[in-house]
Structures are given as C-alpha cells and as structure tokens.
C-alpha cells in the first residue's frame, strides 16, 4: 500500500505532459538527418545570426562569451 496514494496519483497527473515532453526531448531521432561526419560537431564559433539568437533568449554573456573566445570573428 502507498501512503498518500491519492496526492501521489493527483502529483503524477499534473507532471504527465512534461513527463512526455521530457522523453520526447530525450529520444534520439533517427529519421531526420543531424550530422553527416563527426567533423561536424566541431565548434567552429559563432554563425552570422549568433547574436540574434542570444538577444532573442536574453543571453548577452553568453554572445560576449563567445566571442571572447573567438576573437578574431566579428558579429554585426
């Protein structure tokens, strides 16, 4: 038996859609190409729209990050 099994049940209800969210985050896609060689994931600093993508997620250090240390690339 399982003590508070109702607040339990009602706590694994509320959570079953992250639940899902996080397994579907966590599953390794198979059927959409990632990468073609493993030289692909090589850090090669940031693209042109870099720095767009940090304003849009609010993350300025994370832009002055990585041009600090890439510092023979510009962004615009």
Partial sequence: MVRRARAFAESLL??????????????????????TSID????RGPTEDFKRTC???KAPDLCR???A???SQTLA
Avoid at 40 to 43: G, R
């Fill in 14 to 35: 509320a959570a079953c859609e992250d639940a899902v969210l996080f397994r579907t985050l966590a599953t390794l896609r198979v059927d959409v190409p990632v990468f």
């Fill in 40 to 43: 692909d994931l090589l850090w």
């Fill in 55 to 57: 304003e849009r997620m």
């Fill in 65 to 67: 990050r990585a041009l």
């Fill in 69 to 71: 240390g890439n510092a």
